[in-house]
C-alpha cells in the first residue's frame, strides 16, 4: 500500500488553514452577537421587524440603481447617470 503524505498546513486529514479560518468567523459572529444582543433586547419587537423590512427595501433600490448603471455600461461603454 501507498503511504499518504499530508502537507504541512494538514493534521490528520484536517486542513488547519480553512478551520482557523472558519474559526476566527465563528468568534467574530459570536462577539457581534453579545455585543448587539441588548441593543436589540431593549427595543420592541415590532419595531425590529420594521427596520429589517425597510433596510431590505433601502437595499433593494441600491442595487437596482447599480444593476442599471451597469447594465448601461456594459451595454454602451459610456458612464452615464442620465
Same mark, same amino acid.
Do not use: C
Given at each position: =500500500?501507498?503511504?499518504?503524505?499530508? &502537507?504541512?498546513?494538514? =493534521?490528520?486529514?484536517?486542513? @488547519?488553514?480553512?478551520?482557523? #479560518? $472558519?474559526?476566527?468567523?465563528? %468568534? +467574530? @459572529?459570536? %462577539? +457581534?452577537? =453579545? $455585543?448587539? *444582543?441588548?441593543?436589540?433586547?431593549?427595543?420592541?419587537?415590532?419595531?425590529? @421587524?420594521? &427596520?429589517?423590512?425597510?433596510? %431590505?427595501?433601502?437595499?433593494?433600490?441600491?442595487? %437596482?440603481? *447599480?444593476?442599471?448603471? @451597469?447594465?448601461?455600461? #456594459?451595454? &454602451?461603454?459610456? +458612464?452615464? +447617470? *442620465?
Amino acid at each position: =500500500m501507498a503511504q499518504q503524505t499530508l &502537507s504541512p498546513n494538514q =493534521m490528520g486529514g484536517i486542513d @488547519v488553514r480553512r478551520a482557523v #479560518k $472558519w474559526l476566527g468567523i465563528a %468568534l +467574530f @459572529v459570536v %462577539l +457581534f452577537l =453579545m $455585543w448587539i *444582543a441588548p441593543i436589540v433586547g431593549a427595543q420592541r419587537p415590532g419595531r425590529l @421587524v420594521e &427596520s429589517v423590512i425597510r433596510g %431590505l427595501l433601502v437595499g433593494g433600490i441600491y442595487s %437596482l440603481v *447599480a444593476l442599471g448603471i @451597469v447594465i448601461i455600461n #456594459k451595454a &454602451s461603454g459610456v +458612464f452615464n +447617470f *442620465a
